[in-house]
């Protein structure tokens, strides 16, 4: 066998890859040319067409944001060979102008490709049908990371103005996994990218999400990222940490309440060594600073701050 057989046969196990990445779209999409229902609205229909590239428009409320370069290649080079097995989903918003619903990574694959057009499903809605059938179709279809699809929960409620229990119906999911999903969402923005990349599963960003402070949250995932920590030690770690924290609830409250200007500072010190920091302040102008550490290293990265 020659090398460039070689190259060939391995370029199409690439794109046979690629093309097994949507599998499960093509076994439950609808069969062509056969009308489909969608979104809460029994008058939503489709209709199979190919669609001009250049006419058609990525949906704003496409929760999706994320595409791996190399993922994207790999099914353009099957699909030169193969064209589009499955086709993507539009609604006709115009002359000649379709809005996307579902299927933007074959769209961009689409073009890298250097095809004109595509295979679509084109359906009509309303405004409010479209946009909860973009969503809903995008989170059945697509593999979304965690934020992704909580993201896509939020906006289903916030835009739609669906409660919970309504977006678990149409999701044919528990109200609690949805709730799970978006507690996602109050993590600080460091652990919800970490999160939306990859690099930090679902599992620690739950429990990461029974700390109450933004600074233990934080400290928690510094950790957990430098250490490779696993689901059950995060869960120990922040159940000693709430431990520690309601002993020192019950002990009698010695202090006064922090006049503003001092409440200020002990926030900035806190943001500043990335913990929490006590600013106990006497009437009398005398007081002391407690800054909280949760392990030698710990202590070793606050110092580094003092420079000491």
Known sequence: MSMAQINKKQGLGKGIRALLDTIDDEINAPKQGVPAVSGKNSDTQSTTARIPLD??????????????????????????LHDIIQPVTVVKIGQNRYQLISGERRVRASKLAGLTDIPAYVRTADGQGMLEMALLENLQRENLNAIEIALSYRQLMDECGLTQEQVADRMKKERSTVANYLR?????????????????????????????????QLYVFRETMQNGLSVRQVEQMVKNMGAEKQAAQSKPATSVKLPPAYKRIEDNMASHFSTRVKLDRKKTGKGSVIIEFYSDEDLERIMEKMQL
């Open 184 to 216: 996602l969402l109050k993590l600080p923005p460091d652990i919800q990218k970490a999160v939306r990349d990859g690099q930090l599963s679902m599992g620690h960003a739950r429990a990461i999400i029974g700390l109450e402070h933004v600074d233990q």
């Open 55 to 80: 006419q058609i428009e990525v949906n704003p409320s496409q929760p999706r944001h994320d595409f791996d370069e190399q993922s994207l290649k790999e099914l353009s080079e099957s699909i030169k």
